[in-house]
T-cell receptor, first 115, second 112 residues
Framework: DQQVKQNSPSLSVQEGRISILNCDYT??????FLWYKKYPAEGPTFLIS?????DKNEDGRFTVFLNKSAKHLSLHIVPSQPGDSAVYFC??????????????FGQGTILTVHP | DADVTQTPRNRITKTGKRIMLECSQT?????MYWYRQDPGLGLRLIYY???????NKGEISDGYSVSRQAQAKFSLSLESAIPNQTALYFC???????????FGPGTRLTVL
């Protein structure tokens, strides 16, 4: 059972435009959400996170939005740059239950930003 | 120097062979994790350890074992490798009650 889903395997965007990556989750115990970026031949690197007590967190060009009622989060990148081309994973954790202390990852979305 | 290192970076082995993947960290983190990445499946947790004396199975631990030799070292073993264990393997660390994990560069394992 996939508790964290990224339903778009890939996304193609023009440089300078907005990239929106989406993620859905099913476990209502999840209370912390993270986005990771992964370049080829490297490990995933932490990008941005959000706690369930917030609905938005911003860091430079990156903003994460959380809609708890819909169990949905999204990552906005504005403006998109060619160097943003990578695989993006969303992940979730819970403060208790069987998911405590662990991250559950989505399948990943390949973002390609064209010059 | 990288904070989380993995050796080897690439490995090709044959079905039935025993293989060990090693992970070392200089971040001083107490928690360590092993994941595998397969196309279309994201990262799946194999084993995790919250401290030296604590070892826990993840969602896909069958066919794998681990050893936490020290706070800084966490190794993953495949006792008898099989082709469907061909994947990218990542080690990660985190500290205390924080959720952010820091990943190593990965090991690409091919089982023929």
């Amino acid at each position: 059972d996939q508790q964290v889903k990224q339903n778009s395997p890939s996304l193609s965007v023009q440089e300078g435009r907005i990239s929106i990556l989406n993620c859905d989750y099913t476990n209502s115990m999840f209370d912390y959400f993270l986005w990771y970026k992964k370049y080829p031949a490297e490990g995933p690197t932490f990008l941005i996170s959000i706690s369930s007590i917030k609905d938005k967190n911003e860091d430079g060009r990156f903003t994460v939005f959380l809609n708890k009622s819909a169990k949905h989060l999204s990552l906005h990148i504005v403006p998109s740059q060619p160097g943003d081309s990578a695989v993006y994973f969303c992940a979730a954790s819970a403060d208790g239950g069987t998911s405590y202390g662990k991250l559950t990852f989505g399948q990943g979305t390949i973002l390609t930003v064209h010059p | 120097d990288a904070d989380v290192t993995q050796t080897p970076r690439n490995r090709i082995t044959k079905t039935g062979k025993r293989i060990m993947l090693e992970c070392s960290q200089t971040k001083g983190h107490d928690r360590m994790y092993w994941y595998r990445q397969d196309p279309g499946l994201g990262l799946r947790l194999i084993y995790y350890s919250f401290d030296v004396k604590d070892i826990n199975k993840g969602e896909i631990s069958d066919g794998y074992s681990v050893s936490r030799q020290a706070q800084a070292k966490f190794s993953l073993s495949l006792e008898s490798a099989i082709p469907n264990q061909t994947a990218l393997y990542f080690c990660a660390t985190s500290v205390g009650d924080t959720d952010t994990q820091y990943f190593g560069p990965g090991t690409r394992l091919t089982v023929l």
